[in-house]
């Protein structure tokens, strides 16, 4: 494993992420005698989603491409999905993650108001009210 490798696996099993190894993970079948079972860091090939007995951090393997860039907000990012999703289900999914508390709610409204969602251009910051420019 690289350095890379370790760096992002060392930040993605945080406290509260657990760690699971499945034997035939590359078999392309699967059974109950194959389910995962928690295990080290170490020797981890699975990092689940649960989060204690009713909760998830969400861990999702996404089949479309895409690219996650950090917001002028520090700790909040933008999704940019390279895949076209027809109007319904787009609002669907937007209100499906407001309701989990991944996006705001509010800006799912004004979204769905102007028809599209929007995002800063890369790099943009936002400028803070009442602080004047030098």
């Known amino acids: ?3 890379l490798d370790r760096i992002v696996r060392d930040r993605v099993l945080k406290p509260g ?3 699971y190894y499945q034997k035939n993970l590359d078999s392309g079948t699967y059974s109950t005698a194959d389910e995962p079972v928690v295990a080290h860091p170490d020797s981890a090939n699975l990092i689940g989603s649960s989060y204690g007995l009713v909760e998830h951090l969400p861990v999702i393997d996404i089949d479309v491409p895409c690219v996650l ?3 002028s ?3 909040h990012y933008h999704l940019y999905i390279d895949h076209p ?3 319904e289900l787009y609002w669907q999914m937007l209100e ?3 309701a989990a508390g991944v996006v705001q709610k509010a800006y799912v ?3 769905k108001r102007r028809g599209q969602t929007f995002v800063r251009v890369p790099g943009l910051k936002k400028r803070v009210p009442g602080l004047k420019k030098r």
């Open 17 to 19: 992420r657990t760690a």
């Open 109 to 111: 409204g004004v979204s």
């Open 96 to 98: 499906a993650m407001a």
């Open 73 to 75: 907000t520090p700790g």
């Open 1 to 3: 494993m690289n350095i």
């Open 69 to 71: 860039v950090e917001s």
């Open 85 to 87: 999703v027809v109007d």
